[in-house]
């Protein structure tokens, strides 16, 4: 049976409540919760309450709709439905490699983020880029949907980025219906939503930004994504988990998640593929936050190495080690200083403090360094915690560089574990970290000796791989 319900949501930020309330309680803003009703013969679904007009609606025909077909008959199919959206210039490219070649019509794909890197700023760039489109093209409209901010502050963010398209349109709005509504209604190249936390799906129960609405509504815009073959490009906060905020099973619903990062004190911002249907995962962009918004860098080994150049050229006890995320390869500088005398024996930060103690008495024992009368103290740059052993390495030749007060040259970096006999050893992933340095511009990684032949046939572009069988090796080699 039919039955209302009401639901209070707030305007601003689209957070829902079964109560009103005069502070929203999600966002703070005073008087925006409005009331909505909602009805429809609701049913419960393992707990959650989906209203089936609602959901229906996305839904794709049950009559009428494919049938099975030849594969045969499929592969006359395909040089057609390989197209892709071009996106041009210096900017698409590197979003163009990071997607896999362009944009896949009818893809719904996540971008990740923290806070402020700079998504919407992308995504922005990325919809006015399309809409932009090239003169022998259909026309190419694009629209842009923000949950969070007016269609006066995004047409403020696109004067600076210097936008002068006619072709894209704006629109604020939260409720995922009235979106898509008005999406299909303009028939869009491309359909950007900021962000998955600020929208909601009506008749599901749950706050926007809760898990059942993110999952829900992830899903109706997959539907839309496959139903028009309008690619939906969605933004999603990440958490401090690391996590895109939500049920992780977000990523399993969409074609492709790329999270934006921004290193610390720099204006260089990384896209990298983590999960992509239709290409590679290793692929990495690598821009620049200008006043008018991102460039492409063609060429980031320029800009990594000159940010760096002016750092280590007065500073010894630096070193870079390669961390993995799940798949994802990060770097990260470990800094050592060494000084001799200091009444503080030993004080590590972000490194595990046995782990330092071993490393500095094999130093002592194996490489002959006589560190013994010194204070030691190691910090890994950025707050960030170095857990593995593939960067005992770094760790050695950050104290190696400090204590011999000889800078390590720029653009090395040091994948290995380190043995209490001074050996090198090998560390899982090894590939994926010497590529990761590769695409970075870094010249030279030192790797244990025994991984040195593995890389004979396949050397990434441009860079010379050390194999060093212990830490006396290596310090022969760098130092
Ligand atoms: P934004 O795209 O709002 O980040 P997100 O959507 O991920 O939260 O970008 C935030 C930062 O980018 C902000 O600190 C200002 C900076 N910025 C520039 O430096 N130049 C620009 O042209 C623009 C538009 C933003
Ligand atoms: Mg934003």
Redesign the pocket.
């Known amino acids: 049976k039919g039955k209302s319900r009401i639901v209070h949501v707030c305007e601003s930020c689209g957070y829902s409540d079964g109560q009103w309330w005069g502070t929203c309680k999600h966002c703070g803003e005073i008087g925006t919760m409005k009331p909505f009703t909602t009805e429809s013969a609701n049913r419960k679904v393992s707990g959650i309450q989906v209203s089936e007009n609602v959901v229906r609606s996305w839904l794709p025909k049950e009559a009428g709709g494919p049938t099975p077909i030849k594969l045969t008959d499929v592969y006359g199919q395909i040089d057609e439905s390989n197209w892709r959206i071009p996106l041009p210039g210096v900017f698409g490219a590197e979003v163009e490699r990071v997607l896999g070649g362009g944009l896949v019509p009818g893809s719904l794909v996540l971008v990740g ?1 923290d ?7 992308l995504l922005l760039q990325i919809a006015a880029l399309i809409a932009e489109g090239n003169a022998a093209d259909v026309p190419a409209r694009a629209i842009y949907v923000s949950g969070e901010e007016s269609v006066e502050q995004i047409g403020n ?1 696109a004067d ?2 210097c936008i002068k398209t006619e072709e894209l349109f704006l629109y604020s709005s939260t409720n995922i219906e009235d979106i898509l509504e008005q999406a299909k209604r303009l028939s869009p190249r491309v359909v950007v939503i900021d962000s998955i936390q600020t929208v909601y799906l009506e008749g599901v129960t749950g706050s926007a930004g809760g898990d059942v609405q993110v999952k829900e509504c992830t899903s109706a815009l997959l539907r839309f994504a496959k139903k028009t073959n309008i690619p939906v490009l969605l933004i999603g906060h990440v958490t401090k988990t690391g996590d895109i905020a939500g049920p992780r099973v977000l990523e399993h619903i969409v074609d492709v998640v790329l999270y934006m990062e921004g290193e610390k004190y720099s204006s260089h911002r990384l896209l990298r593929s983590v999960k992509n249907r239709f290409g590679s995962t290793d692929e990495l962009g690598v821009f620049k ?5 991102l460039q492409g860098v063609p060429n980031p080994s320029e800009m990594f190495l000159s940010e760096q150049h002016s750092d280590s050229d007065y500073l010894a006890g630096l070193a870079v080690a390669v961390i993995m995320d799940g798949s994802r390869a990060f770097l990260i500088e470990v800094q050592a200083l060494c000084v001799a005398g200091s009444s503080v024996q030993r004080h590590v930060n972000g490194v595990q403090g046995s782990r330092a103690d071993m490393i500095i008495s094999v130093i002592i024992k194996q490489a002959g360094l006589k560190l013994q009368e010194n204070g030691i103290f190691l910090n890994v740059v950025s707050g960030a915690t170095l857990t593995e052993t593939a960067g005992d390495l770094a760790i050695a030749a950050a104290i190696c560089s400090s204590f011999l007060e000889f800078p390590i040259p720029n653009g090395i970096a040091f994948v290995a574990e380190v043995g209490l006999g001074g050996e090198l050893r090998l560390v899982p992933q090894l590939e994926k970290r010497v590529n990761t340095l590769a695409k970075l511009g870094y010249k030279k990684c030192i790797v244990p000796k025994s991984a040195e032949k593995s890389f004979t046939d396949l050397q990434p572009q441009g860079m010379q791989i050390l194999g060093c069988k212990n830490l006396k090796e290596m310090i022969n080699t760098v130092f």
């Open positions: 983020g806070p402020g890197v700079g998504k919407s700023t963010r600076r980025l936050m200008s006043v008018s918004g």
